[in-house]
Structure formats: structure tokens, C-alpha cells
């Protein structure tokens, strides 16, 4: 190249383009029912002491504050789960089988198949054992139990009296109904499915059997 010939300029590399950050997950809205039932999740695994705001915030990958959006505190959140499963476990299903229109027979029916009806079932009754566990070493809890028998235990009387019996031979049956309606959560490994179907309809038959005088 001669003196003469001015220097070529190096070629303008072209800008870059900025680096797109990466997209980040889109977080929906966490509402008191998620952590509610995040709670309860964690109450049938694990026991009542491991349902802290700490331990629910990493399972629901958020901050400790978005707890406080909802709740005042842990005793709070405590008091909702009871509230929750006290609804969906006795007031909800009370209404609904009152409102059937059904005969006092097919209620009792109704209210006898209950333990035998798929997850659904399995996973009611998981969640009632834990409750009564935590009911055994809180007064809280245990009001939430008591209250909840109270009901089941006064709609099953209904029934009874529905079937022409007496006001206190009522109430008996219907404590011993339940009675057995409870141990069929805590034994439901006892037998296969046949033999859990034909204690149902044994207790169906008995329970409409008048003693005689």
C-alpha cells in the first residue's frame, strides 16, 4: 500500500443484540385456599408440628410475606384448616343429603356407603386421622371434632327417627352407626373390597332391625 492510499477503517462489527433475560415462570396469585390445603397436605404427611409458614413457603416457592397477605398468623392458618375441613367433611355433606329429597332409608344408605367411596373417601378419612391426632394434644382442634361429631351424630339420629324409631333408641343407633363409620377409616385394611362391601350391608340390615321387646 502506497503512502499515497489512505487506510482502510476496519469494518463496523455490527451492535449486539441485547441478551433476552430469561422468561421467567409465571406465578399465579396464591389464594388462602392454596394455603390451606398446602397446609392440610402437610398435616397428613407430616403432623401438626411441621405446618409452619416457613415450610409452607418453600413448597409454595414464595416469600414468608405472601403468607401475611391472608392470614394474621400461623394460629390463624390453623383455625382456617379446621374451618375448611369442618365445611367440606360435615356442613357441606349434611346439606347436601338433606336436601336429596331422598327416603330415610336411602339415606342411611347414603351415609353408610360413605367410607367405600374411591380416593375421594381414602383421601377424607386420611385427613380426618390426622386432624383427631392433632385434636388429642390441642383444645383448638379438639372443639373442631367435637363439634363435627355433634353434627354427624345429630343428622344420623334424624335418620333413625325417620325410621320410626323412638327419640333415645335413635340416638344409640346412631352413635353405634358411627361408631362404626369411624372404625372403618382406622381399620380399612382389614379385609379385601368384597368383605368391606359385605360388612356394609350387614351394618345396613342391623341398623333397621328392631330389637325385640
Known amino acids: ?126 385427613i380426618e386421622l390426622a386432624i383427631r391426632a392433632w385434636a388429642r394434644r390441642d383444645e383448638m382442634a379438639r372443639q373442631a371434632v367435637d363439634e363435627a361429631d355433634g353434627s354427624r351424630l345429630a343428622y344420623h339420629t334424624l335418620i333413625f327417627g325417620g325410621l320410626g324409631f323412638g327419640e333415645a333408641e335413635a340416638r344409640h343407633r346412631a352413635f353405634m352407626l358411627y361408631s362404626y363409620e369411624v372404625a372403618e377409616s382406622l381399620l380399612h385394611r382389614q379385609g379385601t373390597a368384597v368383605e368391606r362391601q359385605a360388612r356394609c350391608a350387614f351394618v345396613e340390615r342391623l341398623m333397621q332391625q328392631a330389637l325385640p321387646a
Open 1 to 126: 500500500m502506497s503512502p499515497s492510499t489512505p487506510a482502510r477503517s476496519a469494518p463496523r462489527k455490527p451492535p449486539r443484540k441485547p441478551r433476552r433475560a430469561a422468561a421467567e415462570p409465571v406465578r399465579t396469585t396464591l389464594t388462602p385456599e392454596t394455603w390451606i390445603e398446602a397446609a392440610t397436605t402437610v398435616l397428613v404427611d407430616q403432623g401438626i408440628d411441621h405446618v409452619r409458614v416457613d415450610v409452607l413457603a418453600r413448597q409454595l416457592k414464595v416469600t414468608r410475606g405472601s403468607f401475611y397477605w391472608h392470614f394474621r398468623d400461623r394460629e390463624d392458618l390453623l383455625r382456617r384448616v379446621l374451618q375448611a375441613w369442618s365445611e367440606a367433611s360435615t356442613e357441606h355433606l349434611t346439606r347436601r343429603l338433606k336436601d336429596a329429597g331422598s327416603s330415610a332409608a336411602e339415606r342411611l344408605s347414603d351415609v353408610i356407603s360413605l367410607p367405600f367411596r374411591g380416593r375421594a373417601a381414602a383421601r377424607a378419612a386420611r
